[in-house]
């Protein structure tokens, strides 16, 4: 199974500010990972799919890239809704399997 | 807009089956799958399983043995037995809509289910 290691586990920023957000796969993934924001509370909604394509609704400034084994989740400037927890999840093989999360924390 | 609503005991004694049920609103199952995920106290999110609204499906291996997913499109439900719990089967489990790509685009809210007794 594919181990996805997300990086840091704990982002302390301020609004405004740009998050970057890792995940690396402990094999290639191609370009099939994806990001989910967890806000407290709720469900994990889908930001990402194929590493770089923005689900329906979700704002421009939220963007992935990589392809293979590391992967990156940007944030170009952090609003109030952005503070959450982010995870990575990656399609290439059964099973699919998640990142243990980064939380990004207001600074 | 899709919603799923996850329904079940929030409790289940150790060895016995733990069932859910998800009841899909505002769209149908047909042409899509549906998946179970779940995340227990502290881990990460685990994936358990999809099925197509036809029936056919595909488990994690490591709960394969005592999972089984089934579908039924006249209430448009489907639901989730895993058999023979232990407390490590104590989590968060929700129900998914599976995107295209096998990626999750809606969620239910989640249910907790703990295995004590």
């Known amino acids: 199974e594919i181990v996805l290691t997300q990086s840091p586990e704990i982002l302390s920023l301020s609004p405004g500010e740009r998050a970057t957000l890792s995940c690396r796969a402990s094999?290639?993934?191609?370009?099939?990972l994806g990001w989910y924001q967890r806000r407290p509370g709720q469900a994990p909604r889908l930001l990402i799919y194929?590493?770089?394509n923005r689900a329906t609704g979700i704002p421009a400034r939220f963007s992935g890239s990589g392809s293979g084994t590391d992967f990156t989740l940007t944030i170009s400037s952090l609003e109030p809704e952005d503070f959450a927890v982010y995870y990575c999840?990656?399609?290439?093989?059964?099973?699919?399997?998640f990142g243990g999360g980064t939380r990004v924390e207001i600074k | 807009q899709v919603q799923l609503q996850e329904s079940g005991p929030g409790l289940v004694r150790p060895s016995e089956t733990l069932s859910l049920t998800c009841t899909v609103s505002?769209?149908?199952?047909?042409?899509?799958?549906w998946s179970w995920i779940r995340q227990p106290p502290g881990k990460r999110l685990e994936w358990i399983g999809h099925?197509?609204?036809?029936?056919?499906?595909n488990y994690n291996p490591s709960l394969k043995s005592r999972v089984t997913i089934s579908v039924d499109t006249s209430k448009n439900q489907f639901s989730l037995r895993l058999s023979s719990v232990t407390a490590a089967d104590t989590a968060l489990y929700y129900c998914v809509r599976v995107h295209i790509g096998d990626y999750f685009d809606y969620w239910g809210q989640g249910t907790r289910v703990s295995v004590s007794s």
């Open positions: 094999q290639s993934v191609r370009n099939f």
């Open positions: 194929d590493a770089s």
């Open positions: 505002g769209g149908s199952l047909t042409g899509h799958y």
């Open positions: 999840q990656q399609r290439s093989s059964w099973p699919l399997t």
């Open positions: 099925i197509y609204y036809t029936g056919s499906n």
